[in-house]
Each structure stands twice: as structure tokens, then as C-alpha cells.
């Protein structure tokens, strides 16, 4: 029924979605994010982890191509399968920041989240592998910070319920209310306005397919503060520091370090090259492959 429906809309390829079939005429490029069970599988039930290994090899049989979005990330597809390797294609994710002209001031922000103090912006869902933890810990070294560390995203992970009350609760018990603000999910402009003017954008994450709010920060000429996840070492830069993601003395030593604001510029040029660039790739992946039989 999904088949007939792509052809009868004159869809020839699906890309980053499901796959449709050895048989169907409509190429399909499934795409995934990361393979994190390989190395946390206590974030996940037995029963996912079945479904997410099953669900590759369905893709090896049924999809014309594997999408991941980065090398390292297909070297963990070796470790799971030397055939969803080699059907695999590495096309990195393109991110975009908002125009200049569309930043909103810093005391619109400070007034609207009620932002007290410079800040550096932590943009990560409050899913386990984000590793919120350790900026806390960091948090809780360093004595009356000069400066918040605002927190942007979903304040929620379907596979460990608990974990945002549990967060909330250190919070609470080591008294960093004042240090560390939660905003929970903020419309786009606002969080490209809060990258802006922050004093850099931290992503402490275990694991990740491509570090958006990494490519982010460079585009917006921020800093970033990254673990030193394989990952975020490929899309390395020279405003990038890295710490390792259990290492919190290590980090606000960082944080410390790092408090003096520096202005910056919107890489609106380079934003559109990459944009130009996943465009040409995915195209090259389509038009290169021969490994679909229509």
C-alpha cells in the first residue's frame, strides 16, 4: 500500500525515512542517527535492542542505501555488520542559524527567561546519553560562578522517565538554582539569539551521530566546549575545547577559563556552501549507486 501510494505521487526515491522494499522500484535511504547501544545498552531495554539490531538488517536487505552522518559513526555499523557497512554512505548533517538581522538583543533575552548573569548555553535534550551530569558536578567545584549555564530542550527520555526529576533533584540538594537555568524548549530564533550572545555552547554528550550545536557554533563564530567523543573530534575546529565526559574538574576548569565574551559574526557564506554541498552529496550518493536492482 506505501509503495503503490509513493508511485502513484510520482515519489521515485525516500530518503531518511523507512525503506520500501527489495522489490519496489522506489529507492529508499534510511537513515541512522547512532548506534549508542554498543556502548550504553543499559539505556535501553533488551527488547529495543533487539528491534534496533533487526531493523538494520531489514535495511541491508530491503533499502538501497544506508545514510549515517558521520565516519565514526559508520565505523560502529562495522562493529554491528561488515554488509551494513558496506551498503552504508556517510552524508553529515547541514545546520543552519538564523540571519543577523533576526538576533533578538540580550536584554530582550535576559528579560524574557530572566537571565541574571553572562551565560554559556547547554542546547541538549534531557535524553541519558546527553550527559547533563557533568556540567552540574562541574558546577558544584567551582564556587559562586560568575556566570549561568542556561539549559535549552525536551526535559523528557521515553527510556529513562526518571531521569529528569532525578537531575532536577541534585539540582535542588547541591544548590544550583542560581548557576544552572532550565528553559526547556525555546522557538528557534530565541535559541539562535541565546547562542549568539552566549559565552559559548557546551555539548557534554556520550554519544552523537553529528553535533549539531557544534556546526552551529562555528557558523555563529562561538566557541564550543565538546567531549571528546570520537564524533565531536571529526567535526573539529580551532574555537573548539574538549574535555572528557566524565572529567567535571576538568570542565570548569574550562568554564572558568572561558568567561571573557567575545564579539562574533554570522558565517551566513559558509552556512549556504554547506547547505550546497549536502545537497550535491546526497545526489552523488542517488546517482553513483548501482546497487539497486529496479
Not at 5 to 23: D, E, R
Request: hydrophobic letters at 35%.
Amino acid at each position: 500500500m506505501f509503495d503503490n501510494f509513493l508511485k502513484k505521487n510520482k515519489i521515485s526515491i525516500l530518503s531518511h525515512s523507512g525503506f520500501t522494499g527489495k522489490n519496489s522500484k522506489v529507492k529508499s535511504y534510511p537513515w541512522f542517527p547512532d548506534f549508542q547501544e554498543l556502548y550504553f545498552p543499559e539505556n535501553f531495554s533488551f527488547k529495543k535492542r533487539i528491534l534496533r539490531k533487526i531493523n538494520i538488517f531489514l535495511a541491508i536487505k530491503h533499502s538501497t542505501k544506508i545514510i549515517v552522518s558521520s565516519t565514526s559513526v559508520q565505523k560502529d555499523l562495522k562493529k554491528i555488520s561488515n554488509d551494513a557497512y558496506n551498503k552504508s554512505a556517510v552524508l553529515k548533517h547541514t545546520n543552519y542559524v538564523i540571519k543577523l538581522n533576526k538576533i533578538k538583543s540580550l536584554r530582550y533575552l535576559q528579560k524574557k527567561y530572566n537571565i541574571k548573569k553572562k551565560y554559556y548555553l547547554l542546547p541538549n535534550h534531557y535524553w541519558v546519553h546527553k550527559n547533563h551530569i557533568v556540567i552540574l558536578k562541574a558546577l558544584t567545584v567551582i564556587k559562586e560562578p560568575a556566570f549561568q549555564v542556561i539549559s535549552t530542550g525536551m526535559c523528557f527520555d521515553h527510556r529513562k522517565p526518571e531521569h529528569f526529576s532525578n537531575l532536577r533533584k541534585y539540582i535542588k540538594d547541591k544548590e544550583l538554582t542560581d548557576s544552572y537555568k532550565i528553559l526547556g524548549v525555546v522557538p528557534f530564533p530565541d535559541l539562535c539569539s541565546l547562542m549568539y550572545h552566549s559565552l559559548a555552547v557546551i555539548n557534554p554528550s556520550k554519544s552523537e551521530g553529528w553535533g549539531n550545536s557544534a556546526d552551529q557554533a562555528t557558523l555563529l563564530g562561538k566557541r564550543a566546549i565538546l567531549s571528546n567523543i570520537p564524533v565531536h573530534k571529526e567535526q573539529k575546529k580551532d574555537n573548539f575545547n574538549y574535555f572528557k565526559p566524565n572529567d567535571y574538574k576538568g570542565l570548569s576548569k574550562i568554564l572558568v577559563k572561558n568567561i571573557i565574551f567575545k564579539k562574533n559574526k554570522i558565517n551566513i557564506k559558509k552556512q549556504i556552501n554547506l547547505q550546497n554541498n549536502y545537497i550535491k552529496n546526497l545526489e552523488t550518493i542517488i546517482l553513483n549507486d548501482k546497487s539497486f536492482k529496479a
